[in-house]
């Protein structure tokens, strides 16, 4: 659609403008603020220049986090991409199972992150969860609160409980604006399923498996609330996220310079990604002509 | 605005049907899913939720002295401590007031935002938007501890108000960008028209276009109280008493005494009812939302 040219359109941006610069400037200044200053308590702050910044930078915490970080960005993105393309491809298309399909699929995603912890804290427990309890009798040691090894399969697997289905229901929704025509056309071709998977439906849920990838991406990268109540960043730092790290650091031991400096940083991180999501999600539109 | 072709509005397709028309569309020629993958998988997305319930239904004594796959002592004690304890059922309160709020500044802010954005182009528009978009990023984390500053010092903090407005920072661009999807789909003739037959903007936008849009309304409604109602580190961070979500007091329940499994596991199974209620509604819609309007 081509747009008339109105400057007065910012006039209705504005009230969004004021309420997230309220939102989000400020808050954000007072970052910036407190990166580069030091203080002795009793408010009396002075300049420190960018020493927290080559700090953070020369601290290994800090890199520990983030390789942690990715790790998990990975392995989730890993799995829960291609399983939820698979789960798409096998959903119901219409009825009343699609509806039943979609409803149950989406009951994860609208749980409070809290409570999907507490939910797989107490689905993991040895002496009264489901799973621990089955693996323990199974003769499997899994103890998530000790060993490094079940706490990060705890936290993968409950990240894909919580999140493979909004891959698949962007999959799905990808799929369902498939023509049918193109499905019949392969089929007089006498197509195998897969070319009808790789050059038809692949092709076509590309627009939204971006999103997905990105938004997936974005979500892992700042994961809190799940692996804190679970773990709460253990065994020792096993499963200290960047978030996690930053909480405990400006919160817990109220050290702001440094926590300011490594938001800062964090932040400056997510923006770069945004800003290629940004680019790759607007050239998208333009290809598809919307 | 006056060189295009006026078309009268009934001749034009009506946006959020399209949507539904896909539903109905069968076909012989789609490969047909296969339902052991997806009773598979369902399983595995419900047996957890299973096990919650089946908790809250024991008494602590049932969960802790013995292993059962369903309750064989069914209670509801669980259930009736939460609802008849005020520091309990306050936590629902609580929430779903921040909670409401939110979506209505969101929406109220966002509503006049995203028709601007799909309708006009003006100096900056495209930069706007992806800012937006970065707010919808920012880690909350980041935001925490700032956030906590600034509405104590203006007064603001443990109050329903400041959470509301802290979880604006997500909300308003999720919603503007949800809606400005929903909105590119009207035509623009329908705005044409509308001021040719002399509407003015309030009168046209309350009056034919908010209908038109009705069902982007409400998804984008719908992800914003959704959004708000999941986020625990804002909302536990900005407040202590008055205002404390139910998020939180479970969080402390199991640092405190760490034992009470069955009040817990009731507590979580109440904050799933309000998504599963309403989730029927959108079940439709819930794809485009998620992938902020743009699928």
Known sequence: MNKTVNQK????????????????????????????????????????????????????????????????????????????????????????????????MSLPLLIPWNVVGTIWQIFGRVDIGLLGYTLDKLGITYNYTQDITAAWITVVVMDVWHWTSLVALLAYAGLQSIP???????????????????????????????????????????IYTEPFVVTGGGPGNATTFLSIDLVKMAIGQFDLGPAAAFSLMYFLVILLISWVFYTVMVNLDKRDGV | ???????????????????????????????????????????????????????????NAEILGSFSLYPRDLTLANYAKILTDPSWYMGYVNSLIYVVLNTVISLAVALPAAYAFSRYSFMGDKHLFFWLLTNRMAP??????????????????????????????????????????????????????????????????????????????????FFCFMFSWVELLLSRTLTSVDAKPIAATMTRTVSASGLDWGVLAAAGVLTIVPGALVIYFVRNYIAKGFALGRV
């Open chain 2, 140 to 221: 909350p984390a980041v935001f925490a501890l700032p956030f906590f500053q600034l509405y104590s010092s203006v007064g603001l903090f443990d109050t329903h108000i400041a959470v509301a407005l802290a979880h604006c920072l997500f909300n308003v661009p999720l919603a503007v960008w949800i809606l400005e999807g929903f909105m590119r789909g009207v035509p623009k003739e329908i705005d044409e028209t509308a001021y040719l037959d002399g509407y003015s903007f309030p009168r046209f936008f309350i009056r034919i276009f908010t209908p038109l849009i009705a069902s982007g309304i409400g998804v984008a409604a």
């Open chain 1, 180 to 222: 049918d025509a193109y499905y019949q056309a392969a089929k007089i071709d006498q197509a195998s399923r897969w070319a009808v998977f790789r050059y038809i439906e692949l092709p076509k849920m590309a627009g939204v498996l971006m999103i997905a990838i990105l938004l997936r991406f974005m979500d892992s990268f700042m």
């Open chain 1, 9 to 104: 359109a910012w006039f209705l941006v504005l009230p969004v403008l004021i309420l997230v610069a309220f939102s989000a400037v400020i808050p954000l200044m007072t970052v910036v603020n407190y990166s580069v200053q030091d203080t002795f308590g009793r408010n009396e702050f002075f300049w420190a220049g960018l020493e927290w910044f080559s700090d953070m930078l020369d601290s290994d915490r800090m890199w520990d986090a983030l390789g942690r970080q990715l790790i998990f960005s990975g392995v989730i993105l890993a799995i829960e991409i291609p399983l939820g393309i698979f789960v798409a491809l096998n959903m119901p298309k219409n009825g009343f199972w699609a509806s039943f399909c979609l409803v149950l």
């Open chain 2, 1 to 59: 605005m006056t060189d295009t072709t006026v078309q009268a509005p009934g001749a034009a397709p009506i946006p959020g049907e399209v949507t539904t028309d896909k539903r109905a569309r069968r076909s012989r020629f789609r490969p047909k899913g296969s339902v052991v993958v997806m009773t598979l998988y369902l399983l595995f997305l419900l047996l957890p939720i299973y096990w919650l319930i089946n908790m809250s239904l024991k008494t």
